[in-house]
T-cell receptor, first 114, second 114 residues
Framework: DSGVTQTPKHLITATGQRVTLRCSPR?????VYWYQQSLDQGLQFLIQ???????AKGNILERFSAQQFPDLHSELNLSSLELGDSALYFC?????????????FGQGTRLTVV | GENVEQHPSTLSVQEGDSAVIKCTYS??????FPWYKQELGKGPQLIID?????GEKKDQRIAVTLNKTAKHFSLHITETQPEDSAVYFC?????????????FGKGTKLSVIP
């Protein structure tokens, strides 16, 4: 158990809908990262938050947004869902925003858009 | 941005043999290189990492080597066991101004044949 908790584990929804994925980082970790994993793209970095502030953006679509709350949990919001958004979404957390620190992953949320 | 290439994409070895997975990175500023193991239905698990001021690191049956000049790093698993079967990802961390992100290779599916 990495200590990073993601909910829900599975999500099935229709095209055009909006969903929210939740991540609770390890105790004491201030940084949260979101990754998308699809079969042909590997692990794609979406966005990073540190202590409530957005710090880095990767290949995140404009239909997607995220935030980190004062209690440090984070939510990833996906809207106007398309079939191609079906993927595993992982959250990871680490202690620091800079420096060579380990990132620990949650078990992921499997999103299926039908 | 950083680009990480990983080879091979699939690897089959006999139990007891060694397995080697190689990665190259493009950004000379990357300074932290973790390896993750992902089992079916689970999140990536950090198994070993190496920092840019070290050339080699070993932990029991796994070792990682880094060649900064050539910008490549490798994972070595000796005396492979069936439980080593999984997808392995390499990653490179690029430090920036107050943020960093991990860029992943596309993964290697390792199968250890009993």
């Amino acid at each position: 158990d990495s200590g990073v908790t993601q909910t829900p584990k599975h999500l099935i929804t229709a095209t055009g809908q909006r969903v929210t994925l939740r991540c609770s980082p390890r105790s004491g970790d201030l940084s949260v990262y979101w990754y998308q994993q699809s079969l042909d793209q590997g692990l794609q970095f979406l966005i990073q938050y540190y202590n409530g502030e957005e710090r880095a953006k990767g290949n995140i679509l404009e239909r997607f947004s995220a935030q980190q709350f004062p209690d440090l949990h984070s939510e990833l919001n996906l809207s106007s869902l398309e079939l191609g958004d079906s993927a595993l979404y992982f959250c990871a957390s680490s202690v620091e925003i800079t420096g060579n620190t380990e990132a620990f992953f949650g078990q992921g949320t499997r999103l299926t858009v039908v | 941005g950083e680009n990480v290439e990983q080879h091979p994409s699939t690897l089959s070895v006999q139990e007891g043999d060694s397995a080697v997975i190689k990665c190259t990175y493009s950004d000379s500023a990357s300074n932290y290189f973790p390896w993750y193991k992902q089992e079916l239905g689970k999140g990536p698990q950090l198994i070993i990492d190496i920092r840019s001021n070290v050339g080699e690191k070993k932990d029991q049956r796994i070792a990682v080597t880094l060649n900064k000049t050539a910008k490549h790093f490798s994972l070595h698993i000796t005396e492979t066991q069936p439980e080593d079967s999984a997808v392995y990802f390499c990653a490179a961390m690029h430090p920036g101004a107050g943020s960093y992100q991990l860029t992943f290779g596309k993964g290697t599916k390792l199968s250890v044949i009993p």
